[in-house]
């Protein structure tokens, strides 16, 4: 199934950040593609994963990048599509990453998530997704059904312990 | 006719920040509404707005918030729509806001753009109609053209005066 | 007996806060109770144990979360009791929740303690019932005397050693 | 009428703060008191105001401070009454001082509001008071639901002006 | 005659760090020109600019923006040559842009100065254009000298006034 | 023979970060004793200790402290000699604690090291003594020539090392 | 009279910092001098201006300097005599300042003060000369004295118009 | 073979850092040489090591320091030669050496790359000498596309284990 959604990792040693995200499109079914390319080495990469997805169906992208991270925001000058941008913590607690991901000029927004949360740049790329698809409307509402259902067996858990 | 996206002001103060959002929906045409709620103050209020514009067709949400910024986050816990947060910088240079936004834990994604850019905010929630209209996606790609042309412009005035 | 103070844990995986929390309740002999509720997952909950609670006779709550940090703030928007905050070390060194936590707007203020300090919590939630309860009040005393005892042995003890 | 509250103002140059949580006590009909005096400058004043407070009757303190904002935590290392810190912006956009109210060790918490809201730490105070009498708490509900109507209206002026 | 050193400005807005930059240019005789061109709104340009300029000569680049600031990473992406970043304070002193120069990922450093230091910037340019250019060293060492010597007049002056 | 530098130590807990300024007084032959007492906590305590101090002949006092980190400035209060202050990293790096040393109002300064510096406290306190005392001066030059020649050494090992 | 402290300023535009130091020492009677060189700028002349001070018998160095402030520093690595910092608020607040004073290796102490407080860095400056100077340290007492009742005047002042 | 570049190291500790530079000049055969001397400890070592570094050639400066990081920009002070700061991680995530490299006046920068990239700094310097050296560059383009193969084929290695 073609992908509507492309993950680029910032750089390989990132790679958890990017699971987390891929195990929620996997849990949604909603098809995706990984590709690793960073913003300033492998540029004209980038640009060509952007143009290819777009023209291949790409609908959202997320942009997981640590540092200067100025991936997302590359990937949002090269398409019209929403960009999700997933700041990584490699230094100073991850503060420049989300700084340079959600920091970003006019008309360039990348929408930014919190630092290492692959998994909510994934949900709300599916929320986007959502908008227009019934299916994945119902399938977001179930996953954080069970979430919250999970969380609360966890909590009861809890609970009765301490008694 | 009826509203695409819903803003949601936290408070009055921050009414320039709303404004500048506006000004892009009119822009490009897109119908939405504007409502004044305080996560804190007025929380029940909070999630009539979110539940009566889901019902009424809502499919995005802007939520606008200085200081402890919660009201995007409360938005996002109403509805599977996304959720877009603009912080307003109200004390400490607006980093509580950029915190309160973005650090969401999962599965209540806030997708956060810059410190007091309302503007990017609501190009952001247009990228989102985007996805599936195709006269949206057409007026982002002109706004954007006709953006570039201005800077364009005022550029070559600059060098044309520094010569 | 009936719980004077609530304490409302945001994640199970900050128990070990409520933890100090609730050692300094056993020993002040305030009755309380646990719950584990998130502000934006399980948000509907939320207000239902505040509501319950105050019907209860809840006269504090204790709101101890990590992250954006919003439970304490939508506790104070569900009831006019005081409601303690409880900021949590998860990204950041815990300033994301500090800031989330006390710069809360008027009039729903969040009294906050340190970065992970449930036991300051609990001691502060125990100073606002000993306003009006001598037997709260002379146990405060009492576990503050004791615990500057220990802490008086502790330093002749280092002041021996190194002599 | 004895002063059931105590605020003590590190500077008198951070008056305007003060002020503010003067507005809500006149409001709200708790009789209080106003010291200033600096955790440093006049140490053993302090000290002699938090007694003589106590003997008289005070059941809450407010300290207001900026810079390094000790005052809070002076007040509190001298009684078991429940202390409330309000962090003034001095230098730093007042982060030095928000963190020397909150980042207090066991066990001498400080309930820390935000920065420059002296109107917040009025509004706790008198929480803490309406916990055992109901006619504080009755004001309380008062005056936070005239505020929600007053924010109502400006509201609908907003809104009604955009339109 | 031809430029050694290409400005790129990220937007007009901050023209005055570009002028600090271009009267050190004209004080040390360097030729130099001036662009304005976004990172991530004119991207394209961005890029022939580079590409341009160093066929045209140009040996060292200044790259000046605010904010998310991708613009000094952009060209270091597309070039072999040196590039020096100046960060511009737009939002939150400007740490946002320092961070987003400095935290550069390897191989692609940007070599970043002060924030708003666009005359820093050129100087160091200067030194690299230098290490191979006996004149242009020369006048550095001048202007350090003329600088070094306003400083002792405008400082014998201040002593002069005290006494 | 009597103490001329008081080391104060705000918790047992952070006694390796007294131990460093107590190598320094072992080498220099200053004698010095050590109290272990929180500013919030034996808040009498403190008093006594440097009352007691003073007329003992103590001429210069170090506070070492973390979190809020009063101590230094208790101590600054109840005494006209010098107050070093040694800022220790419980928390968020120690930024708490630094700004609570450094930040002090006039006129009760508080010098401030770095964060757990307690051997920069030590030396500091010891250039006070040598002010007026040859020997110790002497004996800090000789310390200071004989650790850059142990640096010497080792650097010299790592050149040998890598060539 | 021969200065017995010596305040060397980074910049002339930090000038009032400076005044604030110099009005206290008028007032304590202390002869002291004050130039201006910067630690980068005119890096020879801070070297011999410390050389020839500390020849004619000045005790205690006070360096005064905004962002990288390495002035202290320098001053430092050059006497035995004990320096005091006084960071500048140039950029972001004044931390940059605040952190290049402090953060310094061993055994290389800077005492800093806070953040513009010359008045601060003078007094401490003050108390060191006290430790063995009865007569500054009498007049030390004096000037917190008067300052500490000059404080009361204003605030009793406060509080009877409030009344 | 005379060295190109001077690498000083203020502190032995901070070897790994220097490392990655030297591995970089290894692969580019660029010779260097490598000086541990800190800014304060042996200051005069310092100023020495760039008066003699100049008149052998040398044409770039590496300074390798944490915390107030004053080396590069001594270095700087001392010749007209460029200087590379690279700031190291000894506390507060290293921003503290950060800001005290990049945060220099005019006119005197330092260019800073990030926080512990020695190979960056390394890689920087290598840019500055290829802007006259051909062949230099023929190796930085080398280095940079070997490199750039390298991450394309882990990266195709974590594409192909994910299917």
Known sequence: MKPKVMIVLGSGTDYTIAEKAMNIFE???IPYDLKVASAHRTHEKVKNIVLDSVKNGVEVFIGIAGLSAHLPGIIAANTHRPVVGVPVDVKIGGLDALFACSQMPFPVPVATVGIDRGENGALFAAQIL???????????????????????????????NIQ
């Not at 299916?135 to 009765?160: C, M, N, P, Q």
């Open 27 to 29: 849990e949604l079914k």
């Open 130 to 160: 959502g908008t227009y698809n019934q299916k994945i409307r119902a399938r977001i509402i179930k996953l954080r059904e069970g979430y919250y259902e999970k969380v609360e067996r966890d909590e009861s858990h809890i609970i009765t």
